[in-house]
């Protein structure tokens, strides 16, 4: 009987043995953008990293080992056609840019609408958030049968469970972090290694390592209904994707989240962190709940925020001229270092 080999086709990864069995992958590059995640290749767009990974395949097949699957190719248009196309049409004139109003607002306290001229810290007011769920188990539920070829559950395994097979000696290395894509490097925020291609972001080998897989865990979340929704039937998120730049004064951050609720979320800064409450309008409602701690000081007066259709775009004035190698105090520094403005000139 031949090995089991590894197919490296883009959604699929399944091990197999039979080179004629049919694969099911997707043929185009993966595709971000304003928060959304998904394949050139086909329509469905997520939010989170958990569902792009889960999209089904809309391609079907050989398996390979040695080989990508082919890009879609785009036709290009004739250049005679293209210049006769064009021929007769004069100069294109000037666009106008269009100013869109956006609402922005200082720092608060207590909610929208609320101006302050002091540092505003965590809102007094704001309800105490639930205590959360206790986690579900990191081990899979012996009860519990296991559909040949499911991956396992941990980023950056990739392993397959194959039916009848014997889970002694198992060794899963894995990544306990979560992907940061910031400014076009790709990593985990568990480990320092950053790559610029998608296809080389899900070959980083896993930072940790655990005795066994996690192919279906304990099912205690599907039983309650889906993952993070409490018994009021509002979803709380424990993370949302983030990106940021700078300059030596400032820094502003996105965080992607879609059809936040203007009138209900908060945001308040104090000199170290910033307190979100970002409710949706969805329904049943999303909710992003959390204390972000920021690795320098910063001016909350001077701070501000606006919300938009798909994320929430925060400045922070920075308290010292200064550049800033991450955003959180509790993340790792890759190590990278950035260059802010432009170097001054030396008087003789």
């Not at 090995?3 to 004629?20: F, L």
């Not at 540092?119 to 958030?129: N, R």
């Not at 993070?228 to 030596?248: C, I, K």
Request: hydrophobic share 30%; aromatic share 6%; with cysteine.
């Amino acid at each position: 009987m031949a090995s089991a080999q590894k197919c490296v086709h883009q959604g699929c990864g399944k091990q197999y043995t039979d080179p004629d069995e049919v694969c099911k992958y997707h043929p185009g590059p993966p595709v971000f953008h304003e928060g959304q995640k998904g394949w050139t290749c086909c329509k469905p767009r997520v939010l989170t990293f958990e569902e792009f990974m889960s999209i089904p395949p809309c391609t079907e097949g050989k398996h390979s080992t040695t080989d990508l699957p082919p890009k879609v190719e785009k036709k290009k248009q004739d250049p005679a056609i293209l210049a006769a196309s064009t021929e007769g049409l004069g100069p294109a004139l000037p666009r106008t840019p269009i100013s869109m109003p956006t609402r922005e607002r200082p720092a608060t306290g207590s909610g929208p609408g609320t101006e302050t001229t002091t540092a505003a810290a965590a809102p007094e007011t704001a309800s105490t958030p639930p205590p959360p769920p206790p986690p579900e188990s990191d081990d899979d539920d012996p009860a519990l049968a296991i559909p040949d070829g499911r991956l396992c559950r941990r980023r950056g395994c990739g392993v397959s469970y194959v039916k009848g097979a014997s889970r002694e000696g198992e060794s899963c290395v894995y990544h306990p972090g979560v992907p940061i894509f910031h400014e076009g490097s790709k990593g985990y925020s568990c480990c320092k290694r950053r790559v610029l291609e998608f296809d080389q972001f899900l070959k980083i080998e896993g930072c940790q390592k655990k005795d066994r897989h996690l192919f279906v865990g304990s099912g205690k979340k599907a039983k309650a209904g889906g993952d993070g929704v409490d018994g009021g039937g509002e979803e709380r998120l424990d993370t949302v994707r983030f990106d940021f730049y700078q300059s030596a004064t400032s820094l502003t951050v996105s965080f992607f989240l879609k059809k936040i609720d203007k009138d209900k979320a908060v945001v308040a800064f104090s000199e170290q962190a910033i307190d979100l409450d970002l409710p949706t309008t969805d329904n049943p409602v999303k909710r992003y709940r959390k204390q972000v701690p920021l690795y320098g000081e910063i001016d909350p007066a001077k701070s501000t925020y606006k919300i938009l259709g798909t994320k929430l775009e925060i400045t922070l004035a920075k308290a010292a001229v200064s550049s800033w190698p991450v955003l959180r105090s509790d993340d790792r520094p890759t190590g990278v270092i950035f260059q802010v403005g432009r170097a001054g000139k030396v008087e003789r």
